[in-house]
């Protein structure tokens, strides 16, 4: 114990710029965008190193919890609010795709339910309002629940 008390008076900047390297080494692979946030915080502490090389170890290990916490906390914070819309809102949502779009009925939907063909896909499809429509009408899918296509008579 005593010989990592030891190495612990003996950190210097590098150290902790060697960390903040192995963090964002990690998120790289881990793409989480939560380890970047100590990485931040390893390097602050190292500049402060470089500055003040005989602080304290402790007063080190401090520094870097507490901004470490203020950057993840701050940093996800602004991430929230300035990332700004989604460029492609329907990315792996394959359905909300097909909302506004207008088909030909090539089968009847009996009972209100039954399938469209929409490009090279069947879906299962089912009326508004629930009536039954015959095949040859014009319908606008409105909505979708799951991998249903809700429609009506357009």
């Known amino acids: 114990m005593d010989e990592f008390v030891a190495w612990l ?6 150290h902790w710029w060697a960390l903040a390297v192995l963090l964002i080494g990690i998120e790289v692979f881990a793409a989480s965008t939560f380890l970047i946030w100590p990485a931040i ?10 500055i003040v090389p005989d602080l304290d170890w ?3 290990l401090l520094i870097f919890a507490v901004v470490a916490v203020v ?13 700004g819309e989604d460029s492609e809102p329907s990315l792996n949502r394959r359905g909300t795709q097909y909302i506004g779009r207008r088909m030909t009925l090539s089968e009847d939907l009996a009972d209100g339910s039954g399938r469209v063909q929409l ?4 879906w299962p499809a089912r009326t508004v309002d629930g009536r039954p429509l ?7 899918v409105v909505a ?11």
Do not use: P
Request: aromatic letters at 12%.
């Open 71 to 83: 950057a993840t906390v701050g940093g996800r914070t602004l991430w929230q609010r300035y990332r």
């Open 119 to 122: 490009d090279d896909t069947w």
């Open 134 to 140: 015959q095949s040859g009408r014009q319908i606008e």
């Open 58 to 60: 402790r007063l080190q």
């Open 41 to 50: 915080a390893a390097v602050v502490v190292g500049v402060i190193i470089a």
């Open 9 to 14: 008076w003996g950190v210097s900047y590098w």
């Open 144 to 154: 979708v629940n799951g991998i249903e296509l809700q429609v009506k008579e357009a």
